[in-house]
Protein backbone atom coordinates (compact mmCIF):
# COMPACT_ATOMS: atom_id res chain seq x y z
CA UNK A 1 0.00 0.00 0.00
CA UNK A 2 0.86 3.40 -0.82
CA UNK A 3 2.69 5.68 2.55
CA UNK A 4 0.99 8.78 1.04
CA UNK A 5 -2.70 8.68 -0.31
CA UNK A 6 -5.04 11.29 -1.70
CA UNK A 7 -8.89 11.09 -2.25
CA UNK A 8 -10.44 11.71 -4.80
CA UNK A 9 -7.60 11.10 -6.92
CA UNK A 10 -9.85 13.14 -9.95
CA UNK A 11 -12.91 15.55 -9.18
CA UNK A 12 -14.76 17.94 -11.20
CA UNK A 13 -16.79 20.67 -9.69
CA UNK A 14 -18.98 23.53 -10.38
CA UNK A 15 -18.04 27.56 -9.24
CA UNK A 16 -18.90 28.19 -5.95
CA UNK A 17 -19.27 24.23 -4.64
CA UNK A 18 -17.35 23.47 -0.85
CA UNK A 19 -14.86 20.97 -1.98
CA UNK A 20 -12.35 18.87 0.71
CA UNK A 21 -9.23 17.04 -0.34
CA UNK A 22 -8.17 14.23 1.93
CA UNK A 23 -4.37 13.42 2.52
CA UNK A 24 -3.31 10.17 5.28
CA UNK A 25 -0.06 8.91 5.67
CA UNK A 26 1.30 5.75 7.01
CA UNK A 27 4.71 6.91 6.92
CA UNK A 28 4.86 8.09 11.02
CA UNK A 29 5.74 11.56 9.95
CA UNK A 30 5.01 14.70 11.85
CA UNK A 31 5.08 17.22 9.18
CA UNK A 32 2.60 17.65 6.31
CA UNK A 33 2.11 19.59 3.24
CA UNK A 34 -0.44 20.88 0.50
CA UNK A 35 1.19 22.19 -2.88
CA UNK A 36 -0.68 23.06 -6.25
CA UNK A 37 1.27 22.67 -9.09
CA UNK A 38 0.25 24.46 -12.53
CA UNK A 39 1.81 24.04 -16.03
CA UNK A 40 5.09 26.59 -16.06
CA UNK A 41 4.76 27.19 -12.42
CA UNK A 42 6.04 24.26 -10.59
CA UNK A 43 4.87 23.19 -7.23
CA UNK A 44 3.58 26.32 -4.46
CA UNK A 45 2.71 25.91 -1.06
CA UNK A 46 -0.65 26.28 0.05
CA UNK A 47 0.00 25.43 4.23
CA UNK A 48 1.69 23.02 6.14
CA UNK A 49 1.75 21.36 9.89
CA UNK A 50 4.55 20.66 12.15
CA UNK A 51 2.21 18.87 14.05
CA UNK A 52 -2.10 18.40 15.32
CA UNK A 53 -1.70 21.62 16.66
CA UNK A 54 0.51 23.80 14.68
CA UNK A 55 -0.98 24.85 10.94
CA UNK A 56 0.52 27.24 9.09
CA UNK A 57 -0.10 29.21 5.92
CA UNK A 58 2.19 28.73 2.42
CA UNK A 59 2.98 31.36 -0.58
CA UNK A 60 -0.81 31.26 -1.55
CA UNK A 61 -3.13 30.46 1.06
CA UNK A 62 -5.92 32.52 0.01
CA UNK A 63 -9.16 31.06 -1.13
CA UNK A 64 -7.89 27.66 1.01
CA UNK A 65 -8.42 26.09 4.63
CA UNK A 66 -6.89 22.93 6.18
CA UNK A 67 -7.57 20.71 8.69
CA UNK A 68 -5.03 18.62 10.88
CA UNK A 69 -7.49 15.62 12.13
CA UNK A 70 -5.23 13.40 13.23
CA UNK A 71 -1.34 12.92 12.78
CA UNK A 72 -1.72 10.84 10.49
CA UNK A 73 -4.26 12.79 8.72
CA UNK A 74 -4.26 16.28 6.37
CA UNK A 75 -7.56 17.93 4.44
CA UNK A 76 -7.62 20.76 1.97
CA UNK A 77 -10.66 22.78 1.26
CA UNK A 78 -11.77 24.88 -0.61
CA UNK A 79 -14.45 26.85 0.77
CA UNK A 80 -15.80 28.41 -2.44
CA UNK A 81 -14.10 27.34 -5.17
CA UNK A 82 -13.56 29.15 -8.49
CA UNK A 83 -12.35 28.51 -12.05
CA UNK A 84 -8.65 29.69 -11.44
CA UNK A 85 -8.29 27.06 -8.28
CA UNK A 86 -8.38 24.40 -11.43
CA UNK A 87 -4.61 22.53 -10.61
CA UNK A 88 -3.05 19.23 -9.71
CA UNK A 89 -3.08 19.49 -5.92
CA UNK A 90 -0.21 16.97 -3.97
CA UNK A 91 -0.15 16.49 -0.49
CA UNK A 92 3.83 15.73 0.99
CA UNK A 93 4.78 14.60 4.49
CA UNK A 94 7.99 14.83 5.96
CA UNK A 95 9.85 13.53 9.07
CA UNK A 96 11.40 16.49 11.42
CA UNK A 97 14.21 13.73 12.72
CA UNK A 98 15.89 13.67 9.35
CA UNK A 99 16.79 17.65 10.07
CA UNK A 100 19.61 17.15 7.19
CA UNK A 101 17.58 15.94 4.78
CA UNK A 102 14.29 17.20 4.89
CA UNK A 103 13.41 14.50 2.17
CA UNK A 104 9.49 14.93 1.42
CA UNK A 105 7.14 12.61 0.19
CA UNK A 106 4.69 13.31 -2.35
CA UNK A 107 1.15 11.16 -2.39
CA UNK A 108 0.33 10.68 -6.31
CA UNK A 109 -1.66 13.92 -6.75
CA UNK A 110 -5.46 15.45 -7.48
CA UNK A 111 -6.78 16.76 -10.18
CA UNK A 112 -9.24 19.41 -9.94
CA UNK A 113 -11.14 20.68 -12.30
CA UNK A 114 -13.55 23.68 -11.28
CA UNK A 115 -16.07 24.66 -13.99
CA UNK B 1 11.05 36.54 -8.51
CA UNK B 2 11.39 33.11 -8.88
CA UNK B 3 14.03 31.67 -6.33
CA UNK B 4 15.09 29.04 -8.13
CA UNK B 5 15.62 29.30 -12.20
CA UNK B 6 15.43 26.23 -14.01
CA UNK B 7 16.58 25.65 -17.85
CA UNK B 8 15.87 24.69 -20.18
CA UNK B 9 12.09 24.54 -19.39
CA UNK B 10 11.74 21.81 -22.19
CA UNK B 11 14.27 19.47 -23.78
CA UNK B 12 14.01 16.74 -25.94
CA UNK B 13 16.35 14.10 -26.91
CA UNK B 14 17.14 10.93 -28.80
CA UNK B 15 18.01 7.67 -26.53
CA UNK B 16 21.67 7.55 -25.75
CA UNK B 17 22.51 11.18 -26.15
CA UNK B 18 23.73 13.50 -23.00
CA UNK B 19 22.36 16.29 -21.44
CA UNK B 20 22.37 18.43 -18.26
CA UNK B 21 20.18 20.64 -16.74
CA UNK B 22 20.74 23.10 -14.58
CA UNK B 23 19.46 25.03 -11.38
CA UNK B 24 20.57 28.65 -10.74
CA UNK B 25 19.98 31.20 -8.31
CA UNK B 26 21.21 34.29 -6.44
CA UNK B 27 20.52 33.24 -2.81
CA UNK B 28 22.71 30.82 -1.18
CA UNK B 29 21.03 26.89 0.10
CA UNK B 30 22.15 25.26 2.93
CA UNK B 31 20.88 22.21 0.99
CA UNK B 32 19.31 21.33 -2.52
CA UNK B 33 17.18 18.49 -3.80
CA UNK B 34 16.65 16.90 -6.86
CA UNK B 35 13.07 15.66 -7.42
CA UNK B 36 11.73 13.48 -11.17
CA UNK B 37 7.91 13.74 -11.63
CA UNK B 38 6.43 11.31 -13.82
CA UNK B 39 3.07 11.29 -15.42
CA UNK B 40 0.06 10.81 -12.89
CA UNK B 41 2.31 10.72 -10.04
CA UNK B 42 3.74 12.86 -7.15
CA UNK B 43 7.35 14.00 -7.13
CA UNK B 44 10.21 11.51 -5.68
CA UNK B 45 13.58 12.54 -4.53
CA UNK B 46 16.35 11.26 -6.51
CA UNK B 47 19.77 13.25 -4.28
CA UNK B 48 20.01 15.95 -1.67
CA UNK B 49 23.46 17.73 -1.63
CA UNK B 50 24.28 19.81 1.54
CA UNK B 51 28.38 21.00 1.04
CA UNK B 52 29.30 23.69 -1.63
CA UNK B 53 31.52 21.77 -4.24
CA UNK B 54 30.07 18.24 -3.88
CA UNK B 55 29.25 16.25 -6.29
CA UNK B 56 27.06 13.04 -6.09
CA UNK B 57 26.23 9.97 -8.44
CA UNK B 58 23.30 8.00 -9.00
CA UNK B 59 23.70 5.30 -11.89
CA UNK B 60 23.87 7.44 -15.37
CA UNK B 61 23.14 10.56 -12.89
CA UNK B 62 25.61 12.97 -11.53
CA UNK B 63 24.52 15.88 -9.79
CA UNK B 64 26.88 18.63 -8.55
CA UNK B 65 26.14 21.58 -6.32
CA UNK B 66 28.23 24.64 -7.06
CA UNK B 67 31.03 25.94 -4.33
CA UNK B 68 29.05 28.92 -3.69
CA UNK B 69 25.81 26.93 -2.52
CA UNK B 70 23.74 29.00 -5.64
CA UNK B 71 23.48 26.25 -8.38
CA UNK B 72 22.93 23.27 -8.82
CA UNK B 73 23.39 20.94 -12.13
CA UNK B 74 22.04 17.40 -12.69
CA UNK B 75 24.22 15.35 -15.91
CA UNK B 76 22.48 12.43 -17.72
CA UNK B 77 24.40 9.88 -19.22
CA UNK B 78 23.16 7.99 -22.71
CA UNK B 79 19.54 8.58 -21.71
CA UNK B 80 17.23 6.87 -21.80
CA UNK B 81 12.99 6.17 -22.46
CA UNK B 82 12.95 5.80 -18.88
CA UNK B 83 14.46 8.99 -18.02
CA UNK B 84 11.61 10.66 -19.14
CA UNK B 85 9.84 13.28 -16.82
CA UNK B 86 9.90 15.84 -15.23
CA UNK B 87 12.61 17.24 -12.78
CA UNK B 88 12.46 19.48 -10.38
CA UNK B 89 15.13 21.13 -7.86
CA UNK B 90 13.91 22.71 -4.66
CA UNK B 91 16.05 24.10 -1.85
CA UNK B 92 15.65 25.11 1.52
CA UNK B 93 17.41 28.31 2.35
CA UNK B 94 18.78 27.86 5.87
CA UNK B 95 18.94 25.68 9.16
CA UNK B 96 16.27 25.87 11.74
CA UNK B 97 13.57 28.63 12.36
CA UNK B 98 11.74 29.05 9.06
CA UNK B 99 14.06 27.19 6.83
CA UNK B 100 11.21 24.42 6.62
CA UNK B 101 9.92 25.44 3.41
CA UNK B 102 10.88 23.77 0.55
CA UNK B 103 10.85 26.32 -2.60
CA UNK B 104 10.63 24.44 -6.26
CA UNK B 105 11.95 25.21 -9.67
CA UNK B 106 9.54 24.98 -12.20
CA UNK B 107 10.76 22.13 -13.31
CA UNK B 108 12.71 20.69 -16.77
CA UNK B 109 10.69 18.45 -18.63
CA UNK B 110 12.66 16.00 -20.25
CA UNK B 111 11.51 13.86 -23.04
CA UNK B 112 13.73 10.72 -24.77
CA UNK B 113 12.30 9.48 -27.68
CA UNK B 114 13.80 5.75 -28.30
Known amino acids: DADVTQTPRNRITKTGKRIMLECSQT?????MYWYRQDPGLGLRLIYYSFDVKDINKGEISDGYSVSRQAQAKFSLSLESAIPNQTALYFC??????????????FGPGTRLTVL | TQLLEQSPQFLSIQEGENLTVYCNSSSVFSSLQWYRQEPGEGPVLLVTVVTGGEVKKLKRLTFQFGDARKDSSLHITAAQPGDTGLYLCAAYKGSGGSNYKLTFGKGTLLTVNP
Open chain 1, 92 to 105: ATSDSLYATSYEQF
Open chain 1, 27 to 31: KGHDR
